[in-house]
C-alpha cells in the first residue's frame, strides 16, 4: 500500500462501498465503521509516506460526510477520526463526494429528444476532413467519457493521445485493420486500463470491461461534438504489443484495450451499412425461458 496507484485503488474501493452506505434512503445506522477505519488505515500509510493521490483525498471527503450523520456526530470515534484527518493538512475542495440528493428532474436531463436520432446516426468513419481536432475539444470528450462507471469506481483508465503524423505512423504501423487509411487520420487515441487497479482472482477480466465501457463512452462523446470516430481493434500478438510499448512508452502497468481514430466529417461521406441482427436473435426475455 506504499505503492500510490495502487493504493489509491484500493482506496476507491473501500470508501466506494461507504458511498454506497450513505445513498440508501433507508439505511442501517450501524453500518460503514469497517470501510471507515480500514479508509482511516490506508490514510496512514499515505500520510507516513507524504503521498496523497486523488483518491486518497477524496476518501477523506467521504469520511468526513460519514462522522457527520447524526446518528455518528457524537461518537467518541467520531471525534478521533475528524482530529486525525484534519491533523493531514488537506485542503477541502468543491467537488461531490459520498452521497447527494438527486431528483427525477435531474435525471430527466439526459433524456434526448431523438434518442434514435443520436444512436442510429454514430457511423464508424475512415475518411476525414484534413483537420486536426484541437487539444482542447478532445479533453472536452474526456472529460464527458470520465463518468463511465468502473467496478468500485476505480476508474482505472489511462488514455494516450497524439495529432504528430510520426507518432500516429509508428504507433498504426503495429495494428493491421488500418492500411488504407491510416496515413490519413487526423487524431489518435490509445485507450488502455490500469492492471494495478484489480486484485482479486475474480476480477482476471475486469480490465477489459472498464476498459470497452470506457470506450464506447468515448465513442459517443466524440459523436456528441460533432466528431467521428472509427475504433482500432488491438487484438494483438504479445511481440507487437511489446513493439507498441518500446515505441511510444505506455506504462508497463497499463493493458491496451483498442485505438481510436478521430476527426472531423467531410460534407459528404461513404460508410459501412453494417445492418444489425434481428431483435429476436439478441433480446432474450427470462420470464419466457420458465
Not at 509508428?170 to 489518435?188: A, M, R, T
Request: aromatic residues 10%.
Amino acid at each position: 500500500m506504499r505503492d500510490l496507484e495502487q493504493r489509491n485503488y484500493t482506496m476507491a474501493m473501500v470508501y466506494h462501498g461507504l458511498e454506497k452506505s450513505l445513498s440508501y434512503k433507508e439505511r442501517n445506522e450501524s453500518s460503514g465503521w469497517k470501510n471507515a477505519f480500514e479508509i482511516l488505515r490506508l490514510l496512514r500509510i499515505a500520510n507516513k509516506t507524504k503521498m496523497f493521490g486523488y483518491h486518497d483525498k477524496a476518501s477523506m471527503h467521504v469520511l468526513e460526510q460519514f462522522i457527520s450523520l447524526p446518528e455518528n456526530l457524537y461518537k467518541e470515534d467520531s471525534a478521533q477520526i475528524r482530529k486525525e484527518i484534519e491533523s493531514y493538512g488537506i485542503a477541502k475542495d468543491n467537488k461531490m463526494y459520498g452521497s447527494m440528493e438527486y431528483s427525477s428532474d435531474d435525471y430527466s436531463k439526459g433524456v434526448l429528444k431523438s434518442p434514435e436520432d443520436f444512436f442510429y446516426s454514430r457511423y464508424s468513419l475512415r475518411q476525414f476532413k484534413d483537420e486536426v481536432v484541437s487539444d482542447e475539444v478532445i479533453q472536452r470528450a474526456v472529460r464527458l467519457a470520465m463518468k463511465t462507471p468502473s467496478v468500485c469506481n476505480r476508474q482505472a483508465w489511462g488514455i494516450y493521445h497524439t495529432s504528430d503524423m510520426e507518432t500516429k505512423n509508428v504507433v498504426l504501423s503495429y495494428q493491421q485493420g488500418n492500411k488504407p487509411f491510416g496515413e490519413h487520420i487526423p487524431n489518435l487515441m490509445v485507450v488502455a486500463t490500469d492492471l494495478k487497479a484489480f486484485f482479486a482472482g475474480s476480477e482476471h477480466y475486469q480490465h477489459w470491461i472498464d476498459g470497452g465501457l470506457l470506450s464506447m463512452s468515448l465513442l459517443y462523446a466524440f459523436h456528441s461534438l460533432g466528431l467521428a470516430t472509427c475504433p482500432l481493434n488491438w487484438s494483438q500478438t504479445p511481440e507487437n504489443d511489446k513493439k507498441l510499448r518500446a515505441s511510444v512508452n505506455i506504462k508497463p502497468n497499463h493493458t491496451v484495450i483498442m485505438l481510436i481514430a478521430i476527426g472531423y466529417p467531410d460534407t459528404n461521406n461513404k460508410v459501412c451499412a453494417s445492418g444489425r441482427r434481428p431483435m429476436n436473435e439478441v433480446y432474450i426475455n427470462l420470464e419466457k425461458l420458465k
